[in-house]
Structures are given as structure tokens and as C-alpha cells.
């Protein structure tokens, strides 16, 4: 089946500084990754839509400046939390879609970070 | 966009009794139905689907039933056991291109009480 890989699983940093997260589709070409964002108890909240060589679609209310998405090839997206503060930690995961011609497993997630920002 | 809703927030039942869950959606666009099981600090797994050309799916336990004209759609398990115990998310899209982000409910924790 389709598999999407994210790492790292859990990271704490300091106040301050960022941290990069990496998903990488195994075994499809993802020209289309989502990112969420999971707060404790609460649902996945959509955070951006980054689309292969070009510049990812922020949903409203998140910051494109303090949320850099990156999706340089059509197997790797990288979400960059700068500037990292307390009210950041919280759950992130991101998805895609295999598309027309890539089997037929729906959309596929990766298996999420927490952040745990000190 | 889209915009989903789900109940029950928390669904209690004793093993071997049906659990049934509910979501309306907004967007008559959508056309694709899932539905994710997710244990705590795991990624949703997809347990069924749906997609609009149909009104009902039945794997086992689990069946979903569509509704376009009133735009809901409902997860039934049935013979529940400890095990599906987890918190369950409804959610829709419009599957076309794969381009289109899936919306979310707000989840349903399900306690199955042995």
C-alpha cells in the first residue's frame, strides 16, 4: 500500500528556535501533501496544502512566515516551524493522495510529530 | 469550503452492542466519505469509505450509509468489542485530482465497556 513516512516522531525544542519536519511518500509520487495540525482531544485542523515547485496555499489564520513548507520533489515535503514558541506544541501530521493510476488507498498519513516546545 | 460536524463528542456502549455515529457536511461537491480510527498519538487509519455513487458500504462490522440529498453520512459498528475503543473522525472532500484536502469532524471517543 501507499506509505507515507514522517519524521522525526517527537522533538522538543527551545523557545525560540525552529525545527523541521520531513514526509516522504515511499512508494507514490505525492504531487500534493497536506498538512494538519492536532491539538489534544481535538480534531486535524488543515494547516497548508503544498503543491510540487510551487508555493504551498495557507488556510486562514496560519502563518506562512512561521510555517515554511517546502515541497521540492515530487516524494519529499518539509514543514519548518521557526521561531518556535510554547503555544506551537502540538500534533502534526501530514497526508497525501496517490492519485489516478497509484492504487487505490485513499489518502494516506504520515504517522505525525509532536512537538514539544520549552 | 467545507464544513463538517459530528456526534456524538463520546458514544459509551457495552461490548457486543451497535455504535452509531453521525456527520452532516456542507459542500454538495463533496463526493468522497471516510472515516478514520485514531488511537491516542497515532495516525488515523482509515477504517471505511464511501464515495457518492453509493448509498451504502459494508465491511464486516462496519458499515457507512450516505445520504446526498440531506448531506449526511453515518459510521454503524456493530458487535462492538474493547477494541474499537479509540476516537473516530468523519470527514469529506471532493475527489477529483487528489488536490483537494480532506475536512474533518470533531470526533467521536468511543468506549467500549467490556
Known amino acids: 500500500g501507499a506509505v507515507v513516512s514522517q519524521h522525526p516522531s517527537r522533538v522538543i525544542c527551545k523557545s525560540g528556535t525552529s525545527v523541521k519536519i520531513e514526509c516522504r511518500s515511499l512508494?507514490?509520487?505525492?504531487?500534493?501533501m497536506f498538512w494538519y495540525r492536532q491539538f489534544p482531544k481535538k480534531s486535524l485542523m488543515l494547516m497548508a496544502t503544498?503543491?510540487?515547485?510551487?508555493?504551498?496555499?495557507?488556510e486562514q489564520g496560519v502563518e506562512k512566515d512561521k510555517f515554511l513548507i517546502n515541497h521540492a520533489s515530487l516524494t519529499l515535503s518539509t514543514l519548518t516551524v521557526t521561531s518556535a514558541h510554547p503555544e506551537d506544541s502540538s500534533f502534526y501530521i501530514c497526508?497525501?493522495?496517490?492519485?489516478?493510476?497509484?492504487?487505490?488507498?485513499?489518502?494516506?498519513f504520515g504517522s505525525g510529530t509532536r512537538l514539544t516546545v520549552v | 469550503g467545507e464544513n463538517v460536524e459530528q456526534h456524538p463528542s463520546t458514544l459509551s456502549v457495552q461490548e457486543g452492542d451497535s455504535a452509531v455515529i453521525k456527520c452532516t457536511y456542507s459542500?454538495?461537491?463533496?463526493?468522497?466519505f471516510p472515516w478514520y480510527k485514531q488511537e491516542l498519538g497515532k495516525r488515523p487509519q482509515l477504517i471505511i469509505d464511501?464515495?457518492?455513487?453509493?448509498g451504502e458500504k459494508k465491511d464486516q462490522r462496519i458499515a457507512v450509509t450516505l445520504n446526498k440529498t440531506a448531506k449526511h453520512f453515518s459510521l454503524h459498528i456493530t458487535e462492538t468489542q474493547p477494541e474499537d475503543s479509540a476516537v473516530y473522525f468523519c470527514?469529506?472532500?471532493?475527489?477529483?485530482?487528489?488536490?483537494?484536502?480532506?475536512?474533518f469532524g470533531s470526533g467521536t471517543r468511543l468506549q467500549v465497556q467490556p
Open positions: 459542500d454538495s461537491a463533496s463526493n468522497y
Open positions: 503544498s503543491n510540487e515547485g510551487s508555493k504551498a496555499t495557507y
Open positions: 470527514a469529506a472532500t471532493g475527489l477529483d485530482t487528489g488536490r483537494r484536502a480532506l475536512t
Open positions: 497526508s497525501a493522495y496517490p492519485g489516478a493510476g497509484q492504487g487505490n488507498y485513499g489518502y494516506t
Open positions: 512508494d507514490f509520487q505525492a504531487t500534493t
Open positions: 464511501i464515495r457518492s455513487n453509493v
